[in-house]
């Protein structure tokens, strides 16, 4: 047998000597047995002398009969994987319910049958032990799935990583192709911080973002005086991003004059500011992304030949989301996860058959869409569980298993209540994206003004 030292520690907090002589002699062959006679300072001190266990007496001390119970909360808050057991002399039904509420896993009253205590202690310890590990066991499998700021372990996605390691290292310009939402810009500080040039700056600029009379000032940079609105010298995008990194996201949009004087500053490694006369020497990595054909494009005319193999030294093509739906659980739970910690609430969890309906969407917008689907979710669905029943309409009906097995299962569905909660999903969202403004959401929902304020009336929105 293990010795006292090696055994786990059960702490017994009571003053009955009696009792507690019984059930000291009931737990010692499995338990290191600690006694302590007061509720003063035992949430810090179960943290100190690691106990795995506390079987508290909460009518042990004070004036008031169910002093223990405020304890029980205290430890439960601090500490949610203790096994909390409590006992009590009341014979009423409602001190075991105050005690399970407060946080206890087990509650017995007096006379107390030890053997019984000890044998839902051992069970309880042991399925806490078993959902530790099945916790470890799924944060391991989501840290094996996470590369820099990307998640997903499928072997698309694998080949992505090995691409950014592969090239993080040099200085050869990177072209990084995939669809919108797939993360293209992820992939692009994936490589920056792999890099030599990791502290050094990293500019972006989305040069779909900027109208064409801004963009070539932004790139560039531009003297006094060099266009109207322009005051004072400032330098472009190009020139900070000297010594470090420079990504252009949407490659595909700038017009072929700005492609021919981009194409120079590649060459030269010289950059040249709107309205100036001398030359700057630049030292910059470049790393672009498009989810354009440009090959098609250099073909009809629409982007120069020469700078596409310019930028195109090492492609790398990012999978869209139905190429890796092996993805999609560990995505959800992440995003489920980051989403509630950032609104304040409990960590939801989808059912099995959500994630069914999940995995078989074709996901036009990739993780994005998915991303701000989770986010909707959390909102919209008020219990902890996601089912089918919680996802948009239109996710369903072209979903095989949501019609056959959700939309109307077998034992039958409650017709009034499905049609209330999708109501509900619908409301909130409308007035999400409206900021609250019902005028404006009944006309997202083509709905008269005061059906919608009678509708938020009815469901408290």
Known sequence: ?????????????????????????????WFHVVVRDSYDGLARWTREAHVVA?????????????GGLPVLDELRRLNEDLVLISMSRARTRSVEKQALSAGADGHFRNPVDVTELRMT????????????????MRQQAFEFSR??????????????????????SSSINVLIRGESGTGKELAARAI??????ANKPYIRLNCAALPESLIESELFGSER???????????GQIELADGGTLFLDEIATLT????????????????????????RKIDFRLICATNEPLEEMARTGRFREDLYYRIHVIPIQLPSLRERTGDIPVLCEHFLQVHCMANGLPVKRLTADALSVLEEHTWPGNVRELENLMQRLIV???????????????????????????????????????????????LATALGRTKGSKSAAANLLKIDVQRMKYLCRKYSL
Do not use: N
């Open 1 to 29: 047998m293990a010795s006292q030292t090696e055994l786990p520690s059960v702490c017994i907090v009571t003053v009955d000597d009696e009792f507690l002589d019984v059930l000291t002699t009931e737990l010692s062959p």
């Open 54 to 66: 506390v079987l508290l007496d909460i009518d042990t001390q004070g004036e008031d009969p169910y």
């Open 121 to 136: 202690l051992v069970d309880t310890l042991r399925r806490r032990a078993e959902d530790a590990e099945r916790k470890r």
């Open 147 to 168: 590369f820099q700021d990307f998640v997903g372990a499928s072997e698309p996605m694998r080949l992505v990583y090995d691409a950014i390691q592969q090239v993080a």
């Open 192 to 197: 920056v911080a792999l890099s030599r040039r």
């Open 225 to 235: 005086g060099a266009f109207t609105g322009a005051p004072e010298s400032r330098p």
């Open 256 to 279: 072929l004059p700005l492609q021919t004087k981009l194409l120079r500053v590649l060459e030269d490694h010289q950059v040249q500011r709107l309205g100036g006369r001398t030359q």
């Open 380 to 426: 919209t669905t008020r219990r902890d569980e996601i089912d089918a029943s919680d996802l948009p309409p239109k996710m369903l009906a072209h979903s095989v298993a949501a019609q056959e097995g959700i939309l109307l299962p077998e034992e039958g569905t409650d017709f009034d209540g499905e049609v209330r909660q999708l109501e509900i999903a619908l």
